[in-house]
């Protein structure tokens, strides 16, 4: 099992920012990739940003220029700076992490249970 936590939700006006945090833990042997996933109402999960193992970074067009993800010293945090937030930046975001378990060496997927992030006009 895999367990994933997220912080650092809450409301901030147009223009402001926010870091959201997340950690993994659980049977973990490594840590292929950590992203960050966002909902907002009435719309489908969409994959904002990722970071693989070695460092490698994918964005989301409109994350681009805006957003940062980053790895915690420990391997096991990821972190999303986000800057000059927008209205349409309202979502749920949703950690997620792809691992390899400690005992069977098999692929987990793991998601955290989201923590919103609300930006006012």
């Known amino acids: 099992q895999v367990q994933v936590v997220e912080s650092g939700g809450g409301l901030v006006q147009t223009g402001g920012s926010l870091r959201l945090s997340c950690a993994a833990s659980?049977?973990?042997?490594?840590?292929?990739?950590m992203a960050w996933y966002r909902q907002a109402p009435g719309k489908r999960r969409e994959l904002v940003a990722l970071?693989?193992?070695?460092?490698?970074?994918n964005y989301a067009d409109s994350a681009k220029g805006r957003f940062s993800i980053s790895r915690g010293n420990a391997n096991n945090t990821v972190y999303l700076q986000l800057n000059s937030l927008k209205p349409e930046d309202t979502a749920v975001y949703y950690c997620?992490?792809?691992?390899?378990?400690?005992?069977?060496?098999?692929?987990?997927?793991?998601w955290g249970q989201g923590t919103l992030v609300a930006v006012s006009a």
């Open positions: 970071i693989y193992s070695d460092g490698t970074t």
């Open positions: 997620n992490v792809d691992v390899i378990h400690r005992r069977t060496r098999n692929y987990v997927e793991g």
């Open positions: 659980g049977s973990i042997f490594s840590i292929n990739t």
